[in-house]
């Protein structure tokens, strides 16, 4: 992002552009970026010299750090954490505090309120991050392919499969990989035909990143779903589906990065069921009654 003064109704998405960012920050300003998502609320009523002392670096780059998101001034960045802070306790009074991140002593009824909570701010922020253009580009070069491949490791490979089953009950070819080889002899042998998808929360997974670099050397569609515009699988895609997850110290990576993704998942699927409406509804049909045992019949 360039230097320059945010527009304040997009106050809500100051935590999201933070997070993004978090990946390419130098380590003393990811410090700051640290401070910042643990804990909105207090850091937004520092000044730049708390703040630098806490993360044990300079102003300058607190300075810096501001003015990597798009602030002149260290306030409108506090007033926008106040905002979002205030915004997210009133849409969810019954809810932890936005802190509130999973501690080693909380109660399992705590730790099932800060999931939900958690999850229900990933897909949130994954509705306003998500580009609706690059949506339309997604279901289209699917609905024009004659065949989809879908890879992601982990949490990620989970998605994936959704992902596969939902276009398969349409009666699209899609493949799902389950191994790293698999997925790259696929891609090698794709064509512009094709449309390959990459999932990854990081955007950094080697295995995920060479799939989609064999995909687009063979020519096929390349789409990226991941959490990070600026990572190395973004750069390797023609479509780039971004999430906003918010990520605990349990498990990270596989809880609001999932739920973000299978959202993302979700939109496409039915973006593609939408433009192939007739077609979709009768494979919908057919399957429910292969599954449920009922005769396809009037």
Request: proline share 4%.
């Amino acid at each position: 992002m360039t230097t320059g003064d945010v527009d304040s109704s997009n106050a809500r998405m100051v935590l999201v552009r933070i997070r993004a960012a978090l990946p390419s920050l130098p380590p003393s300003e990811r410090r700051i970026a640290e401070a910042i998502l643990s804990d909105p609320v207090t850091v937004a009523g520092w000044p730049v010299t708390r703040l630098a002392a806490h993360c044990e670096t300079s102003t300058t780059s607190v300075v810096r750090f501001y003015r990597r998101l798009g602030y002149s001034r260290h306030q409108d960045l506090r007033l926008d954490l106040t905002r979002e802070s205030a915004r997210e306790t009133f849409e969810h009074p019954a809810r932890p505090a936005i802190t509130g991140d999973i501690d080693r002593d909380d109660s399992l009824p705590d730790v099932v309120a800060k999931i939900a909570r958690n999850e229900a701010l990933a897909i949130a922020d994954t509705a306003e991050v998500l580009d609706p253009a690059a949506l339309e580009s997604a279901v289209t070069a699917i609905v024009a392919a004659r065949r989809v491949d879908v890879f992601g490791v982990g949490a990620s490979a989970v998605v994936g499969l959704d992902l596969q089953q939902k276009l398969s009950r349409i009666g699209r070819t899609a493949l799902n990989w389950p191994d790293s080889h698999s997925a790259w002899t696929s891609a090698a042998v794709l064509d512009p035909k094709c449309v390959a998808i990459g999932i990854s929360h990081t955007g950094n997974t080697a295995d995920t990143i060479k799939f989609l670099e064999l995909a687009a050397t063979a020519g096929a569609t390349t789409i990226a779903i991941s959490n990070y515009a600026g990572s190395v699988l973004a750069a390797a895609a023609d479509i780039m589906l971004i999430t906003a997850a918010r990520e605990t110290r349990f498990r990270p990576g596989a809880l609001g990065s999932r739920i973000a993704q299978l959202m993302v998942v979700d939109c496409l699927f039915t973006g593609v069921a939408q433009a192939s409406y007739g077609q979709s509804m009768e494979a919908l049909r057919q399957t429910y009654a292969a599954v449920h045992g009922e005769h396809l019949g009037d």
